[in-house]
C-alpha cells in the first residue's frame, strides 16, 4: 500500500519542523540542507535522499555528520552538492529542491512558487544584479506539480530513511489519537531512538481511523504500517499513549493488543494528560469563580461591538493590553495565559461590566480573591507543564519535576496555614487590599491538599519508581545493588574511557554507544526504566484494591439510603420481582481484568443485608437444611421451587452467561439456576430460600457466581449508582475504557 501524499507530507513536514514524541515541536528548528553527489551524470536524473540510506537514480545523497554544535541541539543537517554535474543541472534541481523544502518548511501552498518566489528573484535579479532574469528564472522549475513532486520525492525517501533506521534499532513508540474539527480521528505516531549516542525524536505516520478509535482498530492500523515498512514490532521497547480512552485499556485496549505481541514492552500514559486532569480538579466555589471569569471572556470576545468597546476602555486606562486571550482545552498553556491576562486587565473588566451586566460585575469584585489565587496556581502549573516539554525528558526526570511540585503544594499548603502568601504574589496583593478573609485561606489550603492527593494517585506509577543510585552516578557504592550487576559495574567503573563523558551529565554517558556491548546486563535495566515496571505492578494492585473498596462502599451507601437512589425497587417483595426489569448489560476496564458489575453488586447485596448462608428446602427430605455457601455442589440438583417468588434467572450459554434471559436466549440455554425467597422470612432479613437448577447439564452455586463473573446484568439503579464511582475515574482513560451499555 502506497504512503498518500497527504500522509508524505505530514511525515516530511514533521522531521523538518522537528515534531517531539508528544506532538509539540521542538525549542530549536532543525534546519535540514542536502548534498547531491554524482553517481550518473545521466541529464534529468537526480535522486533527493536523506540519512545513510538512500534510492539512486542518476545522484546519491550523503549524509553529513552533524556538527557539535548541532549535536548539542539534537539536530542532523543534510546538505547538497552538485560537484561533478555539470552546470545545468545544478541550476535546474538544487535550487528547485531547496526552495521547495522552504515551501513544504513554512506551510505554504504550493502556487507560491510561481506566484511570490520566481517573481521576487526575477526583481533581485534585474534590480541587484543588473542581468537579465529571464536566464535565471527559465532553469528554475517551480511550478505547483513540481514544488508537489519535489515535496513528495524528498518525505517518501525521508520516510524510507527512518524505517530503514527502526528495521536495525530499538527503538520507542508513542501514540496520539486525536479528533479534528471535522469529527476525523487522526492517529499521530511518533518514535524515539539513540543514533550517534544522542535521542533521535522523529515522526513516523499519520493515519487517519475512518471507523472507530477502538483499542483493536488502533493495533491493526500501527501493525499494518509496521508490516509494510518491515519494521518488526519487537523493535517496541517501550510505548506511550495518549488520547482515546482505548489506548491504555490491558484487556481490550491498544496496550493489551500490543502486549499479545511484545509481552514485555513497557507502558505509560501521557503525562501532560495525567497532569492536565490534575489542574481541572477544583472546588464548587472555585469552579465557580472559574466560570465568572469564562463567562465574562465570551461576552467581551464573542461579540464584535463588546471587543471594540473593550479595547477603547483599556487604551484609556492606559492598560499594558486592550485585549482577552481565549481559553480552550487543548491547548495546554491557555488556561493559566488566559487566566493572567484577565488578572492584569482586571478593573478595566469589571468597569466595562458595571455597564453590560451589573450581576456579573458584582460577582467578579466578590471572588476577585479566588480569581487571584486561581491565576498564581495555574501559573505554577504552567511552569511544571514546560518542565515535562522540556528536551531529552525521560521517566527519572519526569519523577523529580512532579515529586518537586507536589512537595511544593504541601510547602503551599504549610504557608498558607502560616498567614504567608507571598508566594502566590496576586493573592497577596489582594490581601494588601483586605480582600481576603480566614475562610479563603482555609478553601485554599484544603484545595491544595486535595491536588496533592489527586496527584499521588494518577502519577502513582512514577512516584513509586526506585531509581538505583549507580544511574544517577555510575560511580557510587554498588554493596547495596543486585549482585548479578555488580561485576558490570566494577567493571564499568574502573573503565577511564567512559568516565571522561560523565561530566556532561548520567545521560550523556549511559548513551554511549561502548555501553550495551560491554556490560548488557546494566544497560538493560537503563534502557527498560530503571524500577518502573515493578512500580507499575505495585501502583496497579494497590489502585485495585482501593477502587474496589469505593465501589462497595458507594452500593452498600445507596442500599442503606433508599432516598439516594431509590432503590427500594431492590426490596423483595412476595409474589413481585424483586429486580425491576431494565436489564443492562455493563462492562468496564478494572486493572487489567473485565470486572462483572452483576458480580459485585450481588455481592455487595449479599453482604449488606447480612446473609451467611442459603436455606435449602430439600425436595426428598421436606426439611429445611442450612447449607454453607462451600458445601457440596451435588446438594444444589434437589431444590424444590414450588410456590416460591422469583428473584432472578441466571442462564449459561455457551461459555456466556445472561440473568432473566428472554425467551429466545432461554432456548438455547445449556443450563439455568433459579433463586427464589421464602415469604416468611424476607421482610425480616431478606434471606436468600431457594436455589433450583434446570436441564442436564451441572450447575451449581459457585458455578453461578463464576458465569455472574463472566458477563453482567444489573438494574438501572445500580448502573447508577456505580457510575458516580467511577465518574470521576473514566476521564483518566489510565486503567478504564469508556463504560458501553447494550441493552436487551
Not at 555528520?65 to 539534537?74: L, R, V
Not at 545544478?90 to 507560491?112: Q, W
Not at 500501527?222 to 519494521?231: A, L, Q
Not at 538493560?524 to 515493578?534: I, L
Request: aromatic share 8%.
Amino acid at each position: 500500500m502506497s504512503v498518500s501524499a497527504f500522509e508524505r507530507k505530514l511525515v516530511f513536514s514533521g522531521i523538518s519542523n522537528g515534531l517531539r514524541m508528544d506532538g509539540r515541536s521542538f525549542q530549536s528548528p532543525r534546519p535540514i540542507t542536502v548534498r547531491v553527489n554524482p553517481v550518473d551524470p545521466s541529464p534529468g536524473s537526480v535522486t533527493v535522499c536523506f540519512g545513510d540510506c538512500c534510492v539512486t537514480a542518476g545522484a546519491r545523497l550523503e549524509l553529513q555528520k552533524p556538527t557539535t554544535e548541532n549535536a548539542d541541539q539534537g539536530s542532523v543537517d543534510f546538505s547538497i552538492s552538485m560537484a561533478g554535474l555539470s552546470d545545468d543541472v545544478d541550476a535546474e534541481f538544487s535550487p528547485s529542491y531547496r526552495i521547495s523544502l522552504l515551501i513544504a518548511k513554512a506551510g505554504k501552498p504550493h502556487t507560491i512558487g510561481e506566484e511570490l518566489i520566481m517573481p521576487a528573484i526575477a526583481e533581485v535579479v534585474q534590480t541587484v544584479l543588473h542581468q537579465d532574469a529571464g536566464d535565471v528564472t527559465r532553469k528554475i522549475a517551480l511550478s505547483n506539480d513540481t514544488v508537489q513532486r519535489r515535496i513528495d520525492a524528498m518525505a517518501e525517501d525521508t520516510e524510507h530513511t527512518l524505517c530503514c533506521m527502526l528495521r536495525e534499532t530499538e527503538f520507542s513508540l508513542e501514540l496520539d489519537e486525536s479528533t479534528l474539527p471535522g469529527n476525523e480521528s487522526l492517529l499521530l505516531a511518533y518514535v524515539r531512538f539513540i543514533r550517534e549516542e544522542r535521542f533521535v525524536e522523529e515522526l513516523l505516520f499519520s493515519k487517519e481511523l475512518s471507523t472507530d478509535t477502538r483499542g483493536e482498530s488502533i493495533f491493526q492500523a500501527v501493525e499494518e504500517f509496521f508490516i509494510e515498512k518491515g519494521i518488526p514490532l519487537q523493535n517496541v521497547i517501550a510505548v506511550a499513549t495518549d488520547g482515546a480512552s482505548a489506548m491504555p485499556g490491558c484487556q481490550r485496549g491498544f496496550i493489551s493488543y500490543l502486549k499479545s505481541v511484545v509481552p514485555n514492552v513497557l507502558s505509560i500514559h501521557c503525562v501532560l494528560h495525567r497532569q492536565h486532569l490534575v489542574a481541572r480538579r477544583l472546588s464548587p466555589r472555585l469552579h465557580e469563580s472559574l466560570r465568572y471569569v469564562i463567562n465574562a471572556i465570551n461576552k467581551v470576545k464573542s461579540n464584535a461591538l463588546n471587543d471594540g468597546l473593550f479595547r477603547r476602555l483599556c487604551d484609556e486606562n492606559n492598560e499594558d493590553f486592550n485585549r482577552l486571550l481565549l481559553h480552550t482545552e487543548v491547548r495546554w498553556l491557555s488556561k493559566g495565559a488566559c487566566l493572567s491576562r484577565f488578572f492584569d486587565l482586571y478593573e478595566s473588566v469589571v468597569q466595562f461590566f458595571e455597564q453590560e451586566d451589573a450581576l456579573l460585575s458584582e460577582n467578579l469584585r466578590n471572588r476577585k480573591a479566588d480569581i487571584a489565587y486561581l491565576v498564581d496556581l495555574y501559573f505554577k502549573f504552567n511552569e511544571m507543564n514546560k518542565q515535562l516539554q522540556a528536551e531529552d525528558l525521560n521517566l527519572i526526570k519526569t519523577k523529580s519535576v512532579i515529586c518537586a511540585f507536589m512537595s511544593k503544594l504541601l510547602l503551599f499548603k504549610r504557608n498558607f496555614g502560616r498567614g504567608e502568601l507571598s508566594q502566590f504574589q496576586s493573592l497577596a496583593e489582594v490581601r494588601n487590599e483586605g480582600g481576603v478573609c480566614e475562610a479563603d485561606v482555609e478553601l485554599y489550603c484544603e484545595h491544595l491538599q486535595a491536588l496533592h492527593d489527586d496527584f499521588t494517585r494518577r502519577f502513582q506509577d512514577i512516584l513509586c519508581m526506585v531509581i538505583p543510585d549507580w544511574v544517577i552516578n555510575p560511580l557510587s557504592n554498588v554493596d547495596d545493588e543486585e549482585i548479578s550487576l555488580q561485576e558490570e559495574l566494577l567493571d564499568l567503573q574502573s573503565n577511564v574511557e567512559l568516565k571522561a563523558r560523565l561530566s556532561q551529565g548520567y545521560q550523556q554517558f549511559w548513551l554511549q554507544k561502548e555501553v550495551p556491548v560491554l556490560y548488557p546486563r546494566v544497560w538493560g535495566v537503563c534502557r527498560d526504566g530503571p524500577g518502573y515496571k515493578e512500580a507499575q505492578s505495585a501502583a496497579s494492585d494497590n489502585s485495585m484494591d482501593e477502587r474496589l473498596e469505593n465501589v462497595i462502599f458507594h452500593l452498600s451507601s445507596a442500599f442503606r439510603i433508599n432516598s439516594t437512589h431509590a432503590l427500594k425497587s431492590l426490596c423483595v417483595k412476595p409474589g413481585v420481582l424483586c429486580w425491576h426489569v431494565h436489564i443492562t448489560i455493563l462492562v468496564f476496564q478494572y486493572c487489567g481484568n473485565l470486572v462483572d458489575t452483576c458480580s459485585i453488586a450481588a455481592n455487595v447485596l449479599l453482604h449488606t443485608m447480612r446473609i451467611p448462608v442459603i436455606d435449602i428446602r430439600s425436595a426428598k427430605e421436606q426439611s429445611a437444611t442450612i447449607v454453607d455457601l462451600n458445601a457440596d455442589p451435588d446438594e444444589f440438583l434437589t431444590i424444590d421451587m414450588s410456590d416460591v417468588p422469583l428473584l432472578a434467572t441466571v442462564v449459561k450459554i455457551g461459555r456466556h452467561c445472561l440473568i432473566d434471559p428472554t425467551e429466545v436466549e432461554l432456548s438455547g440455554a445449556t443450563c439455568s439456576a433459579v433463586v427464589g425467597t421464602n415469604r416468611q422470612c424476607i421482610a425480616a432479613a431478606g434471606q436468600i430460600c431457594y436455589f433450583s437448577k434446570n436441564f442436564g447439564n451441572s450447575l451449581d452455586f459457585l458455578t453461578v457466581v463464576t458465569m455472574m463473573n463472566e458477563g453482567s446484568v444489573v438494574i438501572n439503579s445500580i448502573y447508577c449508582a456505580l457510575m458516580e464511582v467511577l465518574s470521576d475515574q473514566e476521564k483518566l482513560c489510565l486503567e478504564e475504557q469508556k463504560l458501553p451499555v447494550i441493552e436487551y
